[in-house]
């Protein structure tokens, strides 16, 4: 799964691709998430102990604790992963594909492939808000079973958005 098989002989394509309806509506879901990441910490913060829950295990139980200022890993992380992912999608023609790039696929493929960097970004921006909520509902004292969903529900999201795209980067391997 090279950038470019032995084969290929001139280099890719570069498009500049347009945002569909739909790509604007998951930058959306991404920046939406992305404040409320950050904002979930700053409206909790002064009702928190000095010691929260940082780690939880697979069962939701915590397992590892850190002062309250920990909360703003996340964030920061988060926002770290908004912008590289944004820029990222921006160079498509530099990514590695699961089929051979040619002129003839090449604005497809590379279209499947920056909607998969702006779903991952919203799902991992998703993913974080929800640690970061159970973070601070367990150091308050009002956690759920949800905690136990977490796993589970990450691999689902994370591996289903994944499978979905080589399926349909397969499906358009030849799209004209």
Same mark, same amino acid.
């Not at 040619?102 to 993913?127: C, D, F, P």
């Given at each position: 799964?090279?950038?470019?098989?032995?084969?290929?002989?001139?280099?890719?394509?570069?498009?500049?691709?347009?945002?569909?309806s739909?790509?604007?509506?998951?930058? @959306?879901l =991404?920046?939406?998430? %992305?404040?409320?990441?950050? $904002?979930?910490? #700053? &409206?909790? !913060?002064?009702? *928190?102990?000095?010691?929260?829950?940082?780690?939880?295990?697979?069962?939701?139980?915590?397992?590892? @604790?850190? =002062?309250?200022?920990? %909360?703003?890993?996340l964030? $920061?992380?988060? #926002? &770290?992963? !908004?912008?590289? *992912?944004?820029?990222?999608?921006?160079?498509?023609?530099v990514y590695?594909?699961?089929?051979?790039?040619?002129?003839?696929n090449?604005?497809?493929?590379?279209r499947? $492939?920056?909607? #998969?960097?702006?779903i991952?970004?919203?799902?991992?921006?998703?993913?974080?808000?929800?640690?970061?909520?159970?973070?601070?509902?367990?150091?308050?004292?009002?956690?759920?079973?949800?905690?136990?969903?977490?796993?589970? #529900?990450?691999l689902?999201?994370?591996?289903?958005?994944?499978?979905?795209?080589?399926?349909?980067?397969?499906?358009?391997?030849?799209?004209a």
């Amino acid at each position: 799964m090279g950038s470019m098989k032995k084969n290929e002989t001139e280099p890719r394509p570069r498009i500049k691709l347009k945002l569909s309806s739909h790509d604007y509506v998951i930058e @959306f879901l =991404g920046i939406s998430f %992305l404040i409320l990441l950050f $904002a979930i910490p #700053l &409206f909790y !913060y002064n009702q *928190l102990p000095e010691r929260i829950p940082i780690h939880f295990n697979v069962a939701g139980k915590p397992d590892g @604790f850190g =002062g309250k200022h920990s %909360l703003f890993i996340l964030p $920061a992380t988060g #926002l &770290f992963i !908004y912008f590289l *992912l944004t820029v990222l999608a921006a160079f498509p023609h530099v990514y590695n594909f699961p089929v051979t790039i040619t002129s003839a696929n090449a604005e497809v493929q590379y279209r499947l $492939a920056t909607r #998969l960097m702006r779903i991952l970004k919203a799902v991992i921006l998703i993913i974080f808000s929800f640690i970061s909520w159970m973070s601070i509902r367990t150091a308050i004292g009002a956690a759920s079973g949800l905690g136990k969903m977490f796993l589970p #529900l990450f691999l689902f999201l994370t591996s289903g958005v994944i499978l979905i795209y080589f399926k349909q980067a397969y499906d358009n391997r030849h799209h004209a």
